[in-house]
């Protein structure tokens, strides 16, 4: 059988290898430590830095396709093992879209793809050029690196914002401003593209917000009409071939209040928005992640129930004095369908520590078991004043 090695090791490669065991495979995982969530379960990890091309190179020798849990490895690193015949999926060119928001912006300009008005920023004068152009406030973004929240700055004033820049810019932070969008919600097309063509893609779904974290992830989208879902599917898939993208691809998208679909950003890997299909899809975005980059044929999508609904699982603050054990335990009491995936972290204040799925037939219902599940995770209270015995 080919071997996949996947850089990183964090929760998505722990996902993907228990995705890679019915497939006959042990994933292969870089990792960083030994306490990282994939090299907790997986029995074939190397120990390394993504940043070091000797650990790569080391790691890529014994493995038939290279590919990544994160974004952050050097493209000049995979370029290099390119050039030593390395395969890699999604290739360097591509996955660059995925590393900087400022090159991601301009490709998807030259397409034709919608988005946010945007400018580089190499000086405070470029921010309130921006601003006095396109309305404050406007949103200032690092173009490498961040996540989750990290590397967003909403920028109200004009004074704010040139301070504001400075200070990056000093610190040596790559910049882009957007315009700030009216937004009614934000949506995700996730889709995965083979290196022979083929494409498969699961239905859009609507991802919650909170303080920069996606929280709740409806699939599908609720009141999304088939042909803004056509829309965003087409839109994900022109990206992808436009690209070169091999693997899966997460389309986040902005819906605004006159119903227009706006790209927010790329990842070019399994993402948040799809870990509901581990459960709610006939092929989960990790298996089909491997069959893509394997090239092998592409799995059905199919929504196994009319209403899936995944819930992020944040650490509490503060943190229960409850075991994780004894929460399980009492929420499987409760809720005995809804499925957990803990990844085996520390519970942190607002760490993401795992996730839960609830599948039914009433949208609302499976919302409510899923949001009540990750809340008594999170906090070892139900948030709506049962006991733990849910009476």
């Known amino acids: 059988m080919p071997s996949v090695g996947m850089v990183g090791g964090g929760q998505l490669a722990r996902m993907t290898h228990q995705a890679a065991i019915p497939l006959g495979q042990s994933l292969r995982v870089l990792a960083v430590a030994e306490t990282d969530p994939a090299a907790v379960v997986a029995s074939d990890v190397a120990f ?16 038939d396709v290279l590919t990544f849990d994160h974004e952050h490895v050097p493209g000049e690193h995979l370029r290099a093992l390119e050039a030593e015949g390395v395969t890699v999926h999604p290739g360097s060119a591509a996955l660059a879209h995925a590393q900087d928001k400022l090159v991601m912006r301009r490709r998807l300009a030259e397409l034709g793809v919608a988005g946010p008005a945007f400018a580089e920023v190499t000086s405070p004068a470029d ?38 820049v400075a200070e990056l810019l000093a610190a040596g932070t790559p910049l882009l401003v957007e315009e700030r969008v009216d ?3 934000e949506l995700a097309a996730l889709v995965a593209r083979s290196p022979f063509g083929q494409g498969g893609a699961w239905p859009v779904v609507e991802t919650v917000q909170r303080d920069g974290i996606c929280v709740e992830v409806l699939a599908p989208a609720p009141g999304l009409t088939e042909g803004q879902a056509a829309q965003a599917q087409e839109l994900a898939f022109t990206i992808a071939s436009a690209l070169g993208v091999v ?18 950003e790329l990842a070019m890997r399994p993402h948040n928005s799809g870990h509901w299909t581990i459960e ?26 009319p209403a899936v609904v995944m819930a992020n699982v944040l650490g509490g603050d ?37 996730h839960v799925t609830a599948l039914g037939a009433d949208p609302d219902a499976a919302r409510g078991r899923a949001g009540q599940a990750a809340a008594w995770l999170r906090d070892a209270r139900w948030p709506d004043g049962h006991d733990i015995h849910g009476t």
């Not at 709610?280 to 491997?290: D, K, M, N, V």
């Not at 054990?325 to 009492?330: I, T």
């Not at 499987?332 to 803990?342: E, G, N, S």
């Open 48 to 63: 390394g830095h993504h940043t070091d091309l000797e650990a790569l190179r080391s790691f890529a020798r014994d493995s």
């Open 127 to 164: 921010l309130v050029a921006f601003g006095e152009e396109h309305g404050w406030p406007c949103v200032l973004k690092a173009a490498r690196g961040g996540y989750d929240g990290r590397g967003v700055w909403m920028v109200d004033t004009r004074e704010d914002g040139a301070a504001l």
């Open 183 to 185: 937004l009614h919600r």
């Open 247 to 264: 693997g899966v691809l997460a389309v986040e998208l902005f819906e605004t209040r006159d119903g227009r679909l706006l790209v927010n």
């Open 280 to 305: 709610g899809s006939r092929t989960s975005q990790f298996e089909q992640h491997l069959r893509a980059v394997l090239d092998y044929p592409l799995g059905a999508t199919d929504l196994a129930a």
């Open 318 to 354: 503060p943190v229960p004095e409850m075991t994780m054990d004894e929460r399980v335990h009492h929420l499987f009491a409760r809720y005995p369908d809804v499925k957990i995936h803990l990844y085996g972290k520390e519970e942190r204040p607002g760490r993401k520590i795992g």
